[in-house]
């Protein structure tokens, strides 16, 4: 079993509750962690017998452009397409991370972590 991290994928986007996020967006981050079975991989040395971090990051690019008022919604929207895309994914964690957020403080960010394990 191995993990494959894909780490600070920094993406603008319009979710949020409010009409002005909906609007005027921003800054999120994106944190993703997934485990697989990577000694195929390690042998043979070729990107079909591992999970393709490109596809992950493509992924989470293309529903992070998909507004919801929740980032729980966004999160769970990416695992189900990792579970859906990518076979070999036996567990997988995704952290969706507002960048200050609009909460009345000087606070650097909101993150929701969800994890799923096949």
Request: proline share 2%; aromatic share 6%; net charge negative.
């Amino acid at each position: 079993m191995g993990k494959i991290q894909v780490n600070n994928i920094k993406i603008y986007s319009n979710h949020g509750c409010l009409e002005e996020e909906a609007k005027i967006g921003s800054w999120y981050r994106v944190d993703v962690e997934v485990e697989a079975d990577l000694t195929k991989s390690s042998q043979t040395d070729e990107l079909t017998d591992t999970v393709d971090y490109v596809h992950l990051n493509y992924i989470v690019k293309q529903e992070m452009a998909i507004r919801s008022k929740l980032l729980e919604e966004v999160a769970q929207r990416i695992l189900n397409r990792f579970f859906d895309e990518l076979l070999m994914i036996d567990k997988a964690i995704v952290k969706v991370a507002k960048i200050n957020p609009p909460i009345g403080g000087n606070v650097e960010d909101v993150t929701i972590i969800l994890e799923q394990s096949r």
